[in-house]
């Protein structure tokens, strides 16, 4: 049983890094967010570092959810996702082994490129660490989430721009704890731990709902 | 109803956004309500039903 | 629960939602009608808020009937899913307009009443935010059932994402919450009894009946037109076969 589930986490992963796969795309498109942001609000350092954290968690967030659709349309469109069906592991396991796979080659790379992407935004130096490290847990819950909606969705010849309208509001509460606890590394009354805490409980709930959400929408779908 | 207050107009542009939104809503299902039944009709009289003929109420 | 079961039949809840209809929408305009008249010209302006109070007779039922409808969407998704109950995605698709237009109502009212009293159209408070986000859910799930074309498929897509929309909603509201408050506590239904005036609290409660009774009318009506736009559409499905067959006979 690990075995499969260990084939898929490897085969989405090759998918996602060779020629093609469009895992680095997530990044690019953050880096591009970003720079987008002081065209808009001018060069202003002072505001730029104060509003940091939320231009860098609103970055990842829209990269994570815009590449998302593709999560189980590839697999539906050339037949893989009806022998994932078919096969032993519980389809719960393959979908966290997808999602898995996605954050892995998503989450995590933006998670580790914030504090360099950082720099852009004037971000101090002693708020690196948190907004990276709410980065970090907090990108889990967004690729679940997102998995329920690419498992909704997965069917759909255009899917686009809805999987972003279903998912976006149920983002709410991740986007809130993972700001607020960056915010509160550059001061504030809030002490850092309360809303990290919060963030790490979410990521682990969405792990599961999420989970259990996407593949019960998959079975619906057959 | 004359003695609204200084904030007449925003009471009243609630009350109105209310009559609208709501009027909308009833018009938008009364007519598809009305729309499915004349196809359904229409369709019942080419005898298409499966159940002989017995209209729905 | 025999009636439960003889209400599964849509041919039969057809005919019972037929004699029902009327005394639903006489009551609603009964009951609007009564509470309208009570919140304009009975009801006392408030010490503090003044006239724009009666801004509160709309507001807050509408407030109430936007949670009810997703309440009630939610129970039909588990209709839908562990029970396959035959009218349960049609009741879930039916409320999603009418859940998704009590919450617009909502947000209106509660902009045009925090004009004159904060001074600003839009605060960002924790109450309005919430039922802001509950709109954005209904709009997903009403963008979901159009993107869906076979009704039955659609209908349990959409429960799943109903579903998981009913769990995030109290933590969606918990982390607006903790997020800003700035609203006045909630004062109708507080333990230790209403502490709203009599006066005000009578229309509020007729008017709230009202639109509920003119909600549901509107549910069932709009459940009607569903079945009948499945029938039509199994029923084209059907005429189009038979013609084929029909002409596929002829050129034998």
């Given at each position: 049983m690990s075995g499969a589930f260990l084939a898929i986490l490897k085969r989405d992963l090759a998918l996602a890094t060779r020629a093609g796969g469009g895992g680095e795309l997530a990044l690019v498109f953050f880096l591009t967010l970003v720079v987008l942001v002081p065209f808009a609000l001018g060069p202003d350092l002072n505001l730029l570092s104060r509003i940091g954290p939320a231009i860098l968690w609103l970055g990842a967030l829209l990269a994570t959810l815009i590449g998302l659709d593709r999560?189980?349309?590839?697999?539906?469109?050339?037949?893989?996702?009806?022998?994932?069906?078919?096969?032993?592991?519980?389809?719960?396991?393959?979908?966290?082994?997808?999602?898995l796979a996605h954050w892995l080659t998503t989450g995590l790379p933006l998670a580790l490129a914030a504090p360099l992407l950082g720099l852009l935004v004037a971000l101090p130096a002693e708020a690196m660490l948190p907004v990276a490290g709410t980065l970090l847990v907090?990108?889990?819950?967004?690729?679940?989430?997102?998995?329920?909606?690419?498992?909704?969705?997965?069917?759909?010849?255009?899917?686009?721009?809805?999987?972003?309208?279903?998912?976006?509001?149920?983002?709410?509460?991740?986007?809130?704890?993972?700001?607020s606890a960056s915010n509160s590394a550059l001061g504030g009354t809030v002490p850092f731990l309360t809303p990290f805490l919060i963030l790490?409980?979410?990521?682990?709930?969405?792990?599961?709902?999420?989970?259990?959400a996407a593949a019960a929408a998959l079975r619906q779908a057959e | 109803m004359s003695a609204l207050g200084p904030h007449a107009g925003y009471i009243l542009a609630a009350y109105a956004s209310v009559v609208m939104i709501l009027g909308g809503l009833i018009l938008m299902i009364w007519r598809d309500h009305r729309a499915q039944r004349q196809a359904l009709d229409a369709l019942e009289q080419r005898g298409a039903g499966r159940r002989s003929g017995k209209a729905l109420s | 629960?025999?009636?439960?079961?003889?209400?599964?039949?849509?041919?039969?809840?057809?005919?019972?939602?037929?004699?029902?209809?009327?005394?639903?929408?006489?009551?609603?305009?009964?009951?609007?009608?009564?509470?309208?008249?009570?919140?304009?010209?009975?009801?006392?302006a408030d010490y503090q808020q003044g006239e724009t109070i009666r801004i509160m007779f709309v507001h807050v039922p509408a407030a109430w009937l936007a949670l009810m409808f997703y309440s009630m969407m939610a129970i039909s998704a588990l209709g839908t899913l562990v029970w396959r109950?035959?009218?349960?995605?049609?009741?879930?698709?039916?409320?999603?307009?009418?859940?998704?237009?009590?919450?617009?109502?909502?947000?209106?009212?509660?902009?045009?009443?925090?004009?004159?009293?904060?001074?600003?159209y839009w605060v960002w408070d924790a109450r309005l935010t919430s039922v802001l986000v509950l709109f954005l859910i209904?709009?997903?799930?009403?963008?979901?059932?159009?993107?869906?074309?076979?009704?039955?498929?659609?209908?349990?897509?959409?429960?799943?994402?109903?579903?998981?929309?009913?769990?995030?909603?109290?933590?969606?509201?918990?982390?607006?919450?903790?997020?800003?408050?700035?609203?006045?506590?909630?004062?109708?239904?507080?333990?230790?009894?209403?502490?709203?005036?009599?006066a005000m609290l009578w229309p509020l409660l007729i008017?709230?009946?009202?639109?509920?009774?003119?909600?549901?009318?509107l549910h069932l009506v709009a459940m009607r037109a569903e079945i009948m736009r499945r029938r039509v559409r199994t029923l084209t499905i059907f005429e189009a076969e038979r013609l084929d067959r029909l002409t596929a006979e002829a050129a034998i």
């Open positions: 999560l189980f349309q590839g697999d539906e469109e050339d037949g893989s996702l009806d022998l994932i069906r078919a096969s032993a592991l519980p389809l719960e396991l393959a979908v966290l082994a997808k999602g907090g990108t889990p819950a967004l690729s679940f989430i997102g998995a329920t909606g690419a498992a909704l969705t997965a069917s759909l010849k255009r899917g686009g721009l809805i999987l972003p309208i279903l998912v976006a509001p149920l983002t709410v509460p991740v986007l809130i704890f993972g700001v790490c409980a979410l990521s682990l709930a969405t792990l599961v709902l999420g989970t259990i | - | 629960m025999a009636s439960l079961i003889e209400l599964a039949n849509p041919t039969r809840f057809m005919h019972l939602s037929s004699r029902l209809l009327p005394w639903l929408v006489g009551a609603a305009a009964l009951l609007l009608a009564v509470g309208l008249y009570l919140a304009f010209f009975v009801a006392p109950h035959p009218l349960a995605d049609v009741a879930q698709k039916a409320a999603a307009p009418i859940g998704a237009c009590f919450a617009l109502v909502c947000l209106i009212t509660g902009a045009l009443w925090g004009k004159p009293m904060w001074g600003t209904y709009l997903g799930i009403m963008a979901l059932w159009r993107t869906l074309d076979d009704p039955s498929r659609a209908g349990r897509a959409v429960a799943i994402l109903t579903l998981v929309g009913f769990v995030n909603v109290p933590i969606i509201k918990f982390s607006v919450d903790w997020w800003n408050t700035l609203h006045q506590p909630a004062s109708v239904f507080r333990a230790g009894g209403p502490t709203i005036h009599p008017l709230a009946v009202g639109f509920t009774l003119l909600a549901l009318a």
